[in-house]
């Protein structure tokens, strides 16, 4: 069986999930302990991220590499068109996707973090006790700001993130307008691409991740929260549930994916 070593809440990891189960493909989650796990996981692959997807013998890393891998061994629902115009435009579309709206979508997560009390706790799992979650939750934002410029991530790269996401999500809406899928009449990987990395930007609702049920439907302040982008959320919405499989760990926090098990 394939085997997906991941971090649940990873929207690159979320972005080969949804192509697995487009795919209809049988797959165990790993779920990869960060630190010690990513130690292991650099003796699998040779590198730190996720995701990783092992199929028997072959190890390929980075969400690019497995989503082309996948539609070369497993050609049945092809998620890469044959057109050379749509294929251009398809690869041209996933790669914004991966530079702009995943490392946007990123830092937009992180400012909502530090600003949105209700929206910090809601990450937490409900296996935490209150009084952890107040405690969390009563951290002022100027310590998060802080913390952010440590990373690149201060207040005024949080702000030009969040431009750079409506400005995405803006063209995304216009496109979809007249169109069910981003490039023609059958999803390909732009659409998965673009579905699995706005995750940050807005949770979906429905039993398709194993997060807590309070996050579900939250996301980035100013954006997840208004209906100027809803067109673009339904769409959405509506591939999930046309394509995306129910995780068998949604239902409940306590619930633990394979840990990692290197051979």
């Known amino acids: 069986m394939l085997e997906l070593y991941q971090f649940e809440m990873s929207h690159y990891a979320e972005k080969i999930r949804l192509i697995l189960d487009y795919k209809g493909l049988d797959y165990r989650k790993v779920e990869v302990t960060p630190g010690v796990g990513q130690i292991e996981l650099y003796q699998l ?22 989503a082309d891998y996948l539609d070369k061994r497993y050609p049945d629902k092809p998620i890469i068109p044959s057109d050379p115009k749509q294929k251009g435009l398809c690869l041209l579309m996933e790669q914004w996707a991966d530079e702009s709206i995943g490392l946007n979508a990123r830092k937009g997560l992180i400012g909502s973090i530090g600003s949105n009390q209700a929206f910090r706790t809601a990450l937490l799992p409900n296996s935490v006790p209150d009084v952890f979650k107040n405690l969390v939750g009563a951290i ?12 690149g991530m201060g207040p005024e790269a949080v702000k030009d993130a969040q431009a750079a996401l409506k400005r995405d999500l803006t063209a995304l809406c216009f496109i979809l307008r007249e169109q069910p899928y981003l490039i023609g009449d059958t999803p390909t990987l732009a659409d998965f691409a673009v579905a699995g990395l706005t995750m940050y930007v807005k949770f979906p609702t429905g039993s398709y991740l194993n997060i807590p049920e ?25 591939l999930y549930a046309d394509f995306r499989k129910s995780s068998p760990f949604a239902a409940s926090v306590s619930g633990s994916p394979t840990s990692i098990d290197i051979d």
């Open 45 to 66: 692959s040779g590198q730190r991220q996720v995701p990783v997807l092992k199929d028997g013998s072959e190890v390929i890393a980075d969400s690019t590499a497995i």
């Open 214 to 238: 309070s996050l579900k439907g939250k996301g980035i302040s100013g954006i997840a929260d208004i209906g100027t982008f809803e067109p673009f959320f339904t769409w959405r919405d509506k």
């Open 140 to 151: 002022p934002h100027e310590l998060f700001g802080f913390l952010g410029m440590g990373i």
